[in-house]
C-alpha cells in the first residue's frame, strides 16, 4: 500500500547560526544551547552556538541552516533544508 501525508500547516524558524534569542523565544523550554567563545563580544567574527532540541525522540543537534519546527501536538525538531524544502512551502 501506498500512503501520503495530510495536508497540514506548521509554523518553522531557519536556525542562521546568530539567531538565538529567535529560536529561544520560538521553542522556549525544548531547547538546550552552549556559546563555545566569546570573541564575537569584542567585534571578532561572529558566535559559535551548538543548540540541541528536545524532541519526543530525545535531544537532537540542529545545525545552521536547518529548520526548527514545531509539530502537530506542539512538539519541536530540526529539519534539514533539503527535506524542508521538498516537504513544505510558505503559505502567504
Known amino acids: 500500500m501506498k500512503y501520503r501525508t495530510k495536508p497540514c500547516e506548521i509554523e518553522a524558524v531557519k536556525w542562521t547560526g546568530v539567531n538565538l534569542e529567535e529560536i529561544k523565544e520560538f521553542v522556549g523550554e525544548s531547547l538546550i544551547y552552549d556559546i563555545i567563545d566569546t570573541a564575537w ?52
Open 41 to 92: 563580544e569584542v567585534g571578532k567574527g561572529r558566535p559559535h552556538v551548538i543548540i540541541k532540541i528536545k524532541t519526543l525522540e530525545g535531544e537532537m543537534l540542529a545545525s545552521d541552516g536547518d529548520y526548527i519546527i514545531k509539530g502537530l501536538r506542539g512538539e519541536f525538531y530540526p529539519c534539514k533544508p533539503d527535506v524542508f524544502h521538498k516537504k513544505y512551502e510558505l503559505i502567504e
